[in-house]
């Protein structure tokens, strides 16, 4: 179980998640939670650092964003750390949000479908929670 | 030479910057408390271009606040 203390004035809640490419490199990188999203989504330049090449990924994605719709490059990450809670084989957008979000990433529903989440905007707690069936095998 | 300094002092140091830290010292939730300061700049293309060059255990921030009031956020993905 991870928990952490967050700001609820804070218009999103903001996480430090822990990225592990196969190569042993690690990324930890600050990430604004967001469970109506589909996947994580993490920078270009990260993702080749932690040693993958998007640019030969089979699986692409679609993203409509403001400024149209775009295609995008979908990576497995080898490990992925939420206050302690990892994930093993993450599907992960590679994909760079606006400089001013003041976010390297987003991290969508691909890490927490693994975990119960609680949220507590009157405390200001968040709380992962792992679920028994999605465990690592 | 690198110093290490608590990821907390670097916050206050270099405010309102994007942030490339060597973590030394995590917590038991894997929360960077302790590193060096690698590079930091008020441009975020920078620091994802500096931090291609390193291997090993990296922590990438901004050490301001989110948007500031009278925005609000819409993601997508």
Redesign the interface.
């Known amino acids: 179980m991870g928990k952490i203390k967050f700001d609820p004035e804070q218009p999103v809640i903001v996480l430090n998640v822990t990225l592990e490419g196969h190569t042993g490199i690690i990324r930890r990188i600050r990430m604004a939670l967001d469970t109506g999203a589909t996947y994580m989504m993490i920078p270009w330049e990260i993702a080749e650092a932690l040693g993958y090449e998007p640019e030969h990924s089979k699986e692409k994605v679609t993203l409509v964003t403001a400024s149209g719709i775009e295609t995008a490059p979908i990576i497995k990450v080898k490990e992925v750390n939420v206050l302690g809670e990892y994930v093993l084989d993450v599907p992960v957008v590679c994909h760079d949000l606006p400089a001013r979000s003041y976010v390297v990433g987003l991290l969508g529903a691909s890490v927490p479908r693994h975990f119960k989440i609680m949220i507590d905007y009157g405390e200001g707690d968040l709380e992962f929670i792992r679920l028994k069936e999605r465990q690592r095998s | 030479m690198l110093s290490k300094q608590a990821i907390k002092d670097i916050m206050k140091k270099y405010k309102n910057e994007w942030l490339l830290i060597k ?1 030394t010292v995590v917590d ?5 408390t302790e590193g060096e300061i690698i590079s930091h700049s008020k ?3 920078e620091i ?2 500096a ?2 060059k ?9 050490s ?4 500031k009031k009278g ?3 819409a ?3």
Request: glycine share 12%; aromatic share 22%; charged share 25%.
């Open positions: 973590v038991e939730q894997g929360q960077p441009n975020r293309d994802y271009d931090q291609k390193f291997k090993g255990d990296l922590y990438i921030t901004y301001g606040e989110m948007p925005y609000a956020v993601f997508y993905g």
